[in-house]
Protein backbone atom coordinates (compact mmCIF):
# COMPACT_ATOMS: atom_id res chain seq x y z
CA UNK A 1 0.00 0.00 0.00
CA UNK A 2 1.61 3.61 -0.69
CA UNK A 3 1.42 6.19 1.64
CA UNK A 4 -0.93 8.35 -0.28
CA UNK A 5 -3.57 4.84 -0.11
CA UNK A 6 -2.67 5.20 3.96
CA UNK A 7 -3.40 8.63 4.57
CA UNK A 8 -6.57 8.51 2.41
CA UNK A 9 -7.68 5.50 4.58
CA UNK A 10 -6.54 7.10 7.58
CA UNK A 11 -8.47 10.50 6.70
CA UNK A 12 -11.86 8.08 5.49
CA UNK A 13 -11.64 6.23 8.99
CA UNK A 14 -11.38 9.60 10.97
CA UNK A 15 -14.13 11.36 9.02
CA UNK A 16 -16.24 8.01 10.10
CA UNK A 17 -15.32 8.15 13.40
CA UNK A 18 -16.29 12.26 13.79
CA UNK A 19 -19.57 11.45 12.56
CA UNK A 20 -20.21 8.39 14.54
CA UNK A 21 -19.07 10.68 17.48
CA UNK A 22 -21.65 13.81 16.60
CA UNK A 23 -24.47 11.33 16.03
CA UNK A 24 -23.92 9.53 19.58
CA UNK A 25 -24.27 13.03 20.91
CA UNK A 26 -27.76 13.59 19.61
CA UNK A 27 -30.56 14.15 21.73
CA UNK A 28 -34.17 12.72 21.87
CA UNK A 29 -37.08 14.95 22.54
CA UNK A 30 -40.50 14.09 22.83
CA UNK A 31 -42.81 16.78 22.14
CA UNK A 32 -44.94 18.53 24.67
CA UNK A 33 -43.25 15.81 27.44
CA UNK A 34 -46.06 14.16 28.99
CA UNK A 35 -49.14 15.90 26.98
CA UNK A 36 -47.37 14.87 23.98
CA UNK A 37 -47.95 16.84 20.40
CA UNK A 38 -51.37 18.64 21.68
CA UNK A 39 -53.22 22.12 21.77
CA UNK A 40 -51.11 24.75 22.70
CA UNK A 41 -47.84 23.02 22.05
CA UNK A 42 -46.17 26.01 20.14
CA UNK A 43 -44.13 27.20 23.00
CA UNK A 44 -42.83 23.84 23.66
CA UNK A 45 -39.36 24.26 22.10
CA UNK A 46 -38.81 27.85 24.24
CA UNK A 47 -35.52 27.64 26.39
CA UNK A 48 -34.37 23.81 24.18
CA UNK A 49 -30.82 24.00 22.45
CA UNK A 50 -31.66 21.72 19.44
CA UNK A 51 -28.75 20.40 17.02
CA UNK A 52 -28.85 18.46 13.66
CA UNK A 53 -29.29 14.65 14.26
CA UNK A 54 -31.15 15.40 16.87
CA UNK A 55 -34.73 13.11 17.15
CA UNK A 56 -38.29 14.54 17.68
CA UNK A 57 -40.86 12.44 18.86
CA UNK A 58 -44.19 13.27 18.29
CA UNK A 59 -46.86 11.37 19.79
CA UNK A 60 -50.48 11.65 19.76
CA UNK A 61 -53.70 9.24 19.08
CA UNK A 62 -53.36 8.10 15.69
CA UNK A 63 -56.96 9.45 14.04
CA UNK A 64 -57.18 12.48 16.01
CA UNK A 65 -53.78 14.27 15.37
CA UNK A 66 -51.04 14.51 12.59
CA UNK A 67 -48.03 15.89 11.95
CA UNK A 68 -46.95 17.95 8.60
CA UNK A 69 -43.62 19.64 7.65
CA UNK A 70 -44.38 22.85 6.06
CA UNK A 71 -42.30 25.74 4.78
CA UNK A 72 -42.25 29.12 6.98
CA UNK A 73 -45.60 30.12 4.64
CA UNK A 74 -47.25 27.42 5.84
CA UNK A 75 -46.48 27.62 9.65
CA UNK A 76 -47.48 31.03 9.63
CA UNK A 77 -50.68 30.97 7.41
CA UNK A 78 -51.38 26.96 9.22
CA UNK A 79 -51.57 26.01 5.50
CA UNK A 80 -50.65 22.52 4.52
CA UNK A 81 -50.92 22.57 0.99
CA UNK A 82 -46.86 23.45 0.83
CA UNK A 83 -46.33 20.60 2.86
CA UNK A 84 -43.69 18.40 2.05
CA UNK A 85 -44.37 14.98 4.76
CA UNK A 86 -47.23 13.98 6.21
CA UNK A 87 -46.91 11.28 9.38
CA UNK A 88 -49.87 10.08 11.35
CA UNK A 89 -48.58 6.84 12.74
CA UNK A 90 -49.15 8.53 16.46
CA UNK A 91 -45.35 8.07 17.57
CA UNK A 92 -43.16 9.44 14.80
CA UNK A 93 -39.81 9.77 15.37
CA UNK A 94 -38.28 12.90 13.07
CA UNK A 95 -34.56 13.78 12.74
CA UNK A 96 -33.54 17.27 12.25
CA UNK A 97 -31.69 18.43 9.67
CA UNK A 98 -29.42 22.34 9.98
CA UNK A 99 -31.43 24.80 9.74
CA UNK A 100 -35.25 25.82 10.67
CA UNK A 101 -37.91 22.77 10.08
CA UNK A 102 -41.31 23.70 10.50
CA UNK A 103 -44.44 21.41 11.70
CA UNK A 104 -47.95 21.73 12.02
CA UNK A 105 -50.97 19.35 12.61
CA UNK A 106 -52.83 19.81 9.54
CA UNK A 107 -56.40 18.68 10.71
CA UNK A 108 -58.79 21.37 10.85
CA UNK A 109 -58.31 23.97 13.62
CA UNK A 110 -55.79 22.31 15.04
CA UNK A 111 -52.87 24.53 14.22
CA UNK A 112 -54.79 27.62 14.85
CA UNK A 113 -55.01 26.43 18.48
CA UNK A 114 -51.28 25.83 18.81
CA UNK A 115 -50.35 23.05 17.22
CA UNK A 116 -47.64 23.82 15.55
CA UNK A 117 -43.73 24.40 16.42
CA UNK A 118 -40.89 25.78 14.74
CA UNK A 119 -37.73 24.09 15.17
CA UNK A 120 -34.26 25.68 14.87
CA UNK A 121 -31.42 22.98 14.97
CA UNK A 122 -27.62 24.51 14.88
Known sequence: MGQGRGFSAMFVL???????????HAATYVVGDKNGWNFNTNNWPNGKKFKAGDVLVFN?????HDVTVVDANGYKSCDPSKASKKYSSGHDEITLASGTTYFICSFAGHCQQGMKIAI???
Request: aromatic share 6%; proline share 5%.
Open 14 to 24: LSVLVLMSEMA
Open 60 to 64: YGPGA
Open 120 to 122: NAA
